[in-house]
């Protein structure tokens, strides 16, 4: 790569974290800042770069518009179908892939397991936030003030004796799943069902999707199915970098609990 060519990349990515000023960024780079200033003005030129009265520099109003065009170009369900059918190769479970608009989670895709029982899932079909992995691990991406707004307005059906009937059980047990980056459906949904998921970021660092992966109690039980997290989780730190996040999240190791008492609400 050519060393102006590298220098420009580099100073775009300075900007783009804070570094603002003509010493800053001469400093970060080592080089002198009559260099940097040449490059800051061909960026300036084309776009890329901009300052203001006190000869503070940032990203350009190019940088935005390439980045728009960039995700119009990269569809989530385009971008995850072959990790997705690999996952469902290397594990035999049906794997599903969801997004989350309006208070809303939608399956857009679904990969079948090789086993004979087949879930009621499809894609175009809405699933449970409060019962499901993917839409746990959706609420979970949220801002906080918009994941409490959201649950408070969810319909908590009780679907099993599992299932989560009051916000602040849903809320805390979003909170840890979060934190520790995947989400379970211990028999939430269907008494015979396990499921884990995982989140999907975007070059934004934010949740853009979520892979769950789901298994009947007669082919798994509930730890077989937490041994399967492994593969989940390079799984979606796959599809985030195929849609440009910019650094894998990391994710704790599965924890066995005893399970959750039925909520009252």
Known sequence: MSQSVARALDVLDLLSRGVRTLDALSAELGVHKSTV????????????????????????????????????AVDVRTAAA??????????????????????????????????????????????????T??????LGGLDPAERERVAAGLDLHAFTPRTHVTVAGLLADVAVSAERGWAEDHEEHETFMNCV???????????????????PNVVLAHDGVLA????????????SAELGARTPTTASAPTLSPAPPKETP
């Open 133 to 138: 992995a993917v839409g746990k691990v959706l």
């Open 197 to 215: 998921g995982a989140p999907v970021h975007g070059p934004d660092g934010r949740v853009a999707a979520a892979v769950s992966i789901s298994v």
């Open 37 to 72: 200033l040449r490059l800051l003005q061909t960026l300036e030129s084309r776009g890329f770069a901009a300052h203001d009265t006190a000869h503070r520099y940032r990203v350009g109003p190019a940088v935005f518009a390439l980045a728009s065009d960039a995700l119009d």
């Open 82 to 131: 072959p990790i997705l059918r690999a996952l469902a190769a290397e594990t035999g479970q049906t794997v599903h892939l969801a997004t989350y608009q309006d208070g809303v989670v939608t399956y857009i895709d679904k990969v079948e397991s090789r086993q004979g029982l087949r879930m009621y899932s499809r894609i175009g079909l809405p699933a449970a936030i409060h019962a």
């Open 228 to 239: 399967l997290l492994p593969a989940l989780l390079e799984a979606t730190e796959r599809i």
